[in-house]
């Protein structure tokens, strides 16, 4: 079973091959850090942190590294605003972030590089296209000279010559920098300090770097020359990663990365969701609004990667049903697993030990094969929905016949091969969470409620009946009657 992805760069599908076998070398274009993430970021996130735990399934050791985008217009122009320093700002959301994506489920990267951090890579960079005649300093500024590059367009598929046809008169003469550009298509790799703004010591004067080259610089510094996995969303295909390949690639001769992936946006009402637009709901907001982050999850992987996503409350409430389908089949084990006389803590800890021992079957072989293809994350979430489906239908069956059609060992096979593959997929169904509501009543206390219900009946008082079966309910445990008695399950 092979793994082929679509890469941006070639416009193909292409086999999976890594530079060192066996490893993958992966760079995500993370968040500008000026306010709290959105679900678009959300999107992005899950997209590349699934991959990243479906790379390690499949048996890759993966390097990930995420950078944070802290030196930027839009971060000083906030800092501004709130009469605050860049770096403040910066490390204000960088922490907001990181609690937006644990509540996520985000597993965090290897590394998390921030462009402040990378100042000698950065400079040492500028250098580099200089001496090579890629660069050329102006007034205290530093462009990239773009028509030196002959490969440039090549990501995008824009070539020069149309972009200039196209963009003649949207060309702002008046622009400062404008004046400075040996071409109008040339793009800052320094841009000289301007008054009461951070700046750094170059040999061009102080001043702060341009946006692409700070990513060109931490992939080089944290990863080397040539990366596996290039990753960002879709709207950074053209300038950022194109102006990334040039600048990198300028001064190696080496590809910067093997395979260019891209995520699709979520939109609203057929627009991009953007910070600058202001169409957008945080992360937290919508978590704070009672909606379960496996909801979010089910959100994204319900949908190619690369496809644009719309947001609507109806997609949410659509997804938090199919998250209670999952999460049931996802309990299982915990609810029931006592009952078949499985040994669950044991069997969680060995599929910890040794994931793949215990689970080798058809579902996982079906699995992967649907997400070897383009990782095609819908097509692997039709087996779990199908596991769970299963499993859940048995636990009915269990609590109104007394025992199960499939034996309990394949159930317990079925369940731990649910909850690896969800896992694979970061979906988690926390049962300290999901039966606290219950666990105020030992199961021998509902036993007693039960009694009292059924001496309520013998004696007529169906009033006193049903408040014990809605006060049942309302703790989420369901009674059902029949001729043998009364059965109960947790809901
Ligand atoms: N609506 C979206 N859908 C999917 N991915 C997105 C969306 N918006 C941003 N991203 C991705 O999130 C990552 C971080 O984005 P970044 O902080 O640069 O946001 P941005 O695009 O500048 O923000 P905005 O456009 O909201 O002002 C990038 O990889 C970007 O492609
Ligand atoms: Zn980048």
Redesign the pocket.
């Known amino acids: 079973m092979t793994l082929t992805l679509y890469n941006t760069l070639t416009r193909r599908q292409e086999p999976f091959e890594t530079v060192e076998p066996g490893k993958v070398k992966m760079y995500?274009?993370?968040?500008?850090v000026y306010d709290y993430c959105?679900?678009?970021?959300a999107?992005?996130c899950i997209v590349w942190d699934v991959v990243r735990r479906y790379l390690q399934f499949i048996g890759y050791e993966v390097r990930y590294i995420q950078n944070f985008?802290d030196i930027d217009d839009?971060i000083l122009n906030r800092a501004c605003v709130e009469h605050s320093s860049m770096e403040a700002v910066a490390d204000r959301f960088i922490k907001a972030y990181f609690e937006d994506m644990a509540r996520l489920g985000i597993k965090e990267a290897d590394e998390y590089p921030r462009a402040t951090h990378t100042m000698n890579g950065i400079l040492r960079l500028i250098h580099d296209l200089e001496n090579k005649g890629f660069a050329y300093p102006a007034d205290g500024d530093v462009y990239y000279a773009v028509r030196r590059f002959s490969e440039y367009g090549k990501l995008s598929g824009r070539r020069l010559e149309d972009m200039q046809a196209g963009a003649s008169d949207r060309v702002n003469v008046e622009d400062p920098e404008y004046q400075k550009k040996k071409d109008p298509f040339d793009f800052a790799l320094w841009k000289a300090a301007k008054p009461g703004e951070p700046a750094w010591k170059s040999p061009w004067g102080a001043g702060r770097p341009g946006w692409h080259i700070e990513c060109s610089a931490m992939v080089r510094d944290r990863l080397g020359d040539t990366i596996d996995i290039h990753a960002?969303?879709?709207?950074?295909i053209f300038p950022h990663h194109e102006n990334e390949i040039a600048q990198s690639e300028a001064v190696t001769g080496k590809p910067l990365a093997h395979y260019w992936l891209h995520?699709?946006?979520?939109?609203v009402d057929g627009e991009?969701?953007?910070?600058?637009?202001g169409n957008?709901i945080t992360i937290r907001e919508l978590l704070d609004r009672g909606v379960d982050p496996m909801a979010v999850r089910l959100l994204v992987l319900t949908a190619q990667y690369r496809t644009p996503i719309d947001f609507t409350d109806e997609a949410i409430a659509d997804k938090t049903n199919a998250w209670q389908t999952l999460k049931a089949g996802l309990l299982f084990g915990y609810q029931y697993g006592k009952q078949l006389g499985w040994e669950v803590e044991k069997a969680e800890n060995s599929l910890i030990e040794n994931p793949k021992s215990k689970i080798q079957n058809s579902y996982i072989e079906r699995f992967q094969q649907l997400v070897n293809d383009d990782f095609n994350f819908p097509g692997g979430l039709t087996v779990l929905f199908e596991l769970a489906k299963e499993l859940h239908r048995e636990g009915n069956i269990l609590v109104h016949q007394g025992k199960t059609e499939t034996p309990a060992l394949e159930l317990q096979r079925q369940w731990q091969t649910l909850v690896t593959l969800a896992g694979v997929l970061g979906l988690e169904a926390k049962p300290e969470i999901e039966t606290s509501t219950t666990e105020g009543l030992s199961d021998a206390e509902i036993e007693a409620k039960i009694q009292q219900r059924q001496a309520a009946r013998q004696a007529r008082d169906f009033a006193e009946s049903d408040r014990i079966r809605n006060e049942l309910q309302a703790q989420g445990i369901t009674l059902i009657d029949s001729r043998e008695g009364t059965r109960w399950h947790r809901n």
């Open positions: 995500y274009c993370g968040v500008t959105h679900l678009g970021h999107r992005a985008t839009k960002g969303g879709a709207d950074l995520n699709g946006m979520v939109k991009k969701m953007s910070k600058s637009l957008f």
